[in-house]
C-alpha cells in the first residue's frame, strides 16, 4: 500500500481531487474478493494468485488484472478489463453515459478516459464497477483466453 500512497501523493494538483473520489468510489462498490496493488505502475485491483493461481497470460507470478486507475497529464483513465468482452455490459454503460455526461465517450477497448474533473460520472462509474464479481471476471477471462488460443 506505502507503493500506492506514493504513487497518489505524485498526482498533479489538477486531478488530486477527482482522481481520490473516483479511487474512493472503486474502493466502496468492487465486488469483494479483489485485491488492490500496484500493477503496470498505477492502483491496479486484481484477482489474487490464490484464487487463480493460473496467473495474467499464465505467468503465475502476475495476478489477473481488473480494474486499474491513472493519472495521466491530460486526463485520468479508468482500465476495466471486464468490459472488453462483455458486449452487453459495455451497450448498458455507453447508453447510461449518455444519460448523465452531456460530453461524448472517450473510451479505447478497456480504457474510459475523462479529460474533463468536473464531468466525471461517479455513480454511474461505481455502479460498473459492481456488476461484476471475482467469479464472474475470472470465468470471462478463462473463456477469452480459451477461445483465443483455437
Not at 14 to 19: A, L
Not at 52 to 76: M, N, T, W
Not at 80 to 96: D, S, V, Y
Amino acid at each position: 500500500m506505502e507503493e500506492i500512497e506514493e504513487y497518489v501523493e505524485n498526482i498533479d494538483e489538477k486531478w488530486q481531487e477527482s482522481y481520490q473520489k473516483l479511487a474512493g468510489i472503486i474502493a466502496e462498490n468492487i465486488p469483494a474478493g479483489f485485491d488492490l496493488r500496484l500493477q503496470y505502475g498505477m492502483p491496479t485491483y486484481v484477482v489474487p494468485l490464490s484464487v487463480f493461481p493460473s496467473g495474467y497470460l499464465e505467468r503465475k507470478d502476475e495476478p489477473l488484472p481488473f480494474i486499474s486507475l491513472a493519472a495521466q497529464k491530460k486526463h485520468l483513465s479508468l482500465y476495466h478489463m471486464g468490459i472488453m468482452g462483455n458486449k452487453e455490459l459495455l451497450a448498458w454503460f455507453q447508453e447510461e453515459y449518455k444519460k448523465v455526461v452531456p460530453t461524448k465517450l472517450n473510451m479505447g477497448k478497456s480504457c474510459i478516459r475523462f479529460s474533463n474533473p468536473k464531468v466525471i460520472p461517479y455513480e454511474l462509474i461505481g455502479e460498473l464497477v459492481s456488476k461484476i464479481s471475482v467469479d464472474e471476471w475470472v470465468a470471462s477471462y478463462t473463456r477469452f483466453t480459451a477461445k483465443n488460443k483455437k
